[in-house]
């Protein structure tokens, strides 16, 4: 599978963005999809992650009540809507793919990455 992130930009402190994250191939939909990020310096970490046909998600503390992970079966898509952002979530924002379809934390689990996608944010 190949996985095309977009979305990202320059935005303020407290607005809003939404990252997409296209899959190709009729299998994406039991693939479960995961976005990560990663900021100038540091390590990459998890922010959210969706099973397949989204039946179940999960998020890191640093972004659950903000942040919403979805997915468009049809359209092979899957959505990462980010409210309230803060000057800590800029990074750049990776989406990945994992066959076995579950929700994961870790970057290990998933076989698959898209290009990444930069999420700037002025405070």
């Known amino acids: 599978v190949q996985l095309q992130a977009s979305g990202g930009g320059l935005v303020q402190a407290g607005d809003s963005l939404r990252l997409s994250c296209v899959g190709s191939?009729?299998?994406?939909?039991?693939?479960?999809v995961g976005w990560f990020r990663q900021a100038p310096g540091k390590e990459r970490e998890f922010v959210a992650s969706?099973?397949?046909?989204?039946?179940?998600?999960y998020y890191a503390d640093s972004v659950k009540g903000r942040f919403t992970i979805s997915r468009d079966n049809a359209k092979n898509t899957v959505f990462l809507q980010m409210n309230s952002l803060k000057a800590e979530d800029a990074a750049v924002y990776y989406c990945?793919?994992?066959?076995?379809?579950?929700?994961?934390?870790?970057?290990?689990?998933?076989?698959?990455w898209g290009q990444g996608t930069v999420v700037t944010v002025s405070s």
């Open positions: 969706i099973a397949r046909y989204g039946t179940a998600d």
């Open positions: 191939g009729r299998s994406f939909v039991r693939y479960g």
């Open positions: 990945a793919a994992a066959e076995r379809g579950g929700i994961y934390d870790s970057h290990h689990s998933y076989a698959y």
